[in-house]
């Protein structure tokens, strides 16, 4: 593996002092583990993960992998598609003991 080989998205969920959710996606690298995008908003919804990792396609190249426990269509990636590997996990399983989910 090398740098930007794989790159790995999932969100994190918290609330602020008052209560009131707020929701961040994150974006980084597998091997060098650098963070290279964190998004906060109230609502994620799969335009912003797109906008997110098509900024990071510009500036950084395109990756043979991008990992989600979560579904990001190739309808959704548009003409990416061809050169991007979507991988899909299994939730809650491990990074070292992960399995790719069939769907």
């Given at each position: 593996?090398?740098?930007?080989?794989?790159?790995?998205?999932?969100?994190?969920?918290?609330?602020?002092?008052?209560?009131?959710?707020?929701?961040?996606?994150?974006?980084?690298?597998?091997?060098?583990?650098?963070?290279?995008?964190?998004?906060?908003?109230?609502?994620?919804?799969?335009?912003?993960?797109?906008?997110?990792?098509?900024?990071?396609?510009?500036?950084?190249?395109v990756?043979?992998?991008?990992?989600?426990?979560?579904?990001?269509?190739w309808?959704?990636?548009?003409?990416?598609?061809?050169?991007?590997?979507?991988?899909r996990v299994?939730?809650?399983?491990?990074?070292?003991?992960?399995?790719?989910?069939?769907?």
């Amino acid at each position: 593996m090398r740098r930007n080989h794989v790159w790995a998205y999932d969100f994190v969920e918290d609330r602020t002092h008052d209560g009131r959710k707020y929701r961040m996606l994150n974006v980084i690298d597998e091997f060098t583990h650098e963070c290279l995008a964190i998004r906060v908003a109230r609502k994620l919804k799969a335009i912003d993960v797109i906008d997110v990792l098509s900024d990071l396609l510009i500036l950084r190249g395109v990756p043979g992998h991008i990992r989600s426990d979560n579904v990001l269509t190739w309808r959704s990636m548009g003409k990416t598609r061809q050169q991007i590997s979507l991988r899909r996990v299994c939730a809650g399983r491990r990074l070292s003991k992960q399995r790719l989910c069939c769907k």
